[in-house]
């Protein structure tokens, strides 16, 4: 059943968070359906602009409706994370999207503003959501790129005021994770106190986590072990921090890296073990695997499972 993440979000607010995966390929999509409905737990397709110009709109849009009719019993939402106009405004025609999201966080505040207002409306028009974002996350995500010295947090006492001029319906907050392996390159880890001064400002409106992957260093030590050279500082956002979160106000984790490891520890292991192989099917089957036993000790982490019967 496709939904609108506002209604994920009403009924997930302080009790339990929605995992939200960036796919690009029938594999994912197809782990992350069976996973959802297996555990009964509500979830978040999300594509990237980047993910769209590799697959094409059409055909990520294709295999999430193909996977919705293999498991009728999902309950989803669909997603267009880190879109510019041109990217959201397409999503919004196509009418195959709940949710967009427009990116303008690199912008100051009034423009920020400005271009998040302008998507509200139209997205409104026809019923859909609007995801915006206030504060600068470092790292690397598909296209985006930025230092650690130009990350920022996002200041507390500016959400109440962009909210109410953009009329958004979910807030991505910058408070210590980055895009990419490197989620705290810093070692502070999520900043509670920013988390709390946003939500006693916004009592209620649903925050969103980005770069909340976990990074398992098992997985990376794996890679390497089979030619890879993953920096072993790699560091993510850890289970009990992603449990804390959801009581200040957090509905919404995204998540990719873990995906991508999972991905090239299976590819890189099975190739390894197999140089005379050279059937994608094979490993493919096991990334299927793996990727719905991770996505499944995700839900249940995030208490999503066992929810999608409360989802009208």
């Avoid at 979160?245 to 090239?264: E, H, M, P, Q």
Wanted: hydrophobic share 40%; net charge negative; glycine share 8%.
């Amino acid at each position: 059943m496709l939904v609108s993440t506002k209604v994920l979000f009403k009924h997930c607010y302080g009790k339990f968070a929605i995992g939200a995966l960036n796919i690009w390929s029938m594999e994912q999509t197809l782990a992350l359906f069976r996973a959802g409905e297996k555990t009964s737990s509500p979830f978040i397709v999300q594509m990237t602009p980047v993910a769209r110009n590799y697959a094409h709109s059409e055909m990520l849009i294709g295999m999430v409706r193909a996977a919705a009719k293999i498991y009728p019993k999902a309950v989803y939402a669909t997603h267009i994370d880190h879109g510019d106009e041109m990217h959201v405004l397409n999503a919004i025609e196509s009418g195959s999207f709940t949710s967009v999201m427009i990116d303008a966080s690199h912008d100051p505040f009034e423009e920020n503003v400005k271009r998040t207002r302008a998507i509200v409306d139209k997205a409104h028009e026809k019923n859909i959501s609007v995801e915006a974002e206030l504060g600068v996350l470092s790292g690397v995500e598909d296209h985006l790129s930025v230092d650690e010295e130009h990350a920022l947090y996002t200041q507390p006492e500016e959400v109440e005021a962009f909210v109410g001029q953009t009329n958004c319906d979910s807030l991505a907050v910058a408070v210590g994770t980055s895009h990419g392996a490197y989620k705290f390159s810093g070692g502070d880890g999520l900043q509670f106190g920013i988390l709390k001064e946003i939500q006693q400002k916004l009592p209620g409106f649903p925050l969103v986590l980005h770069g909340g992957s976990e990074v398992n260093l098992d997985d990376i030590k794996r890679i390497n072990a089979t030619g890879g050279d993953i920096g072993m500082s790699a560091k993510g956002v850890s289970p009990e921090e992603l449990m804390k979160s959801i009581a200040y106000g957090v509905c919404k984790v995204n998540i990719a890296t873990d995906a991508r490891l999972i991905w090239t520890r299976v590819h890189r292991e099975f190739f390894n073990s197999s140089p005379e192989l050279f059937d994608p099917i094979l490993p493919g089957k096991t990334y299927m695997d793996e990727l719905e036993k991770f996505m499944t000790e995700k839900f249940e982490l995030l208490g999503s499972a066992g929810k999608s019967g409360q989802i009208k």
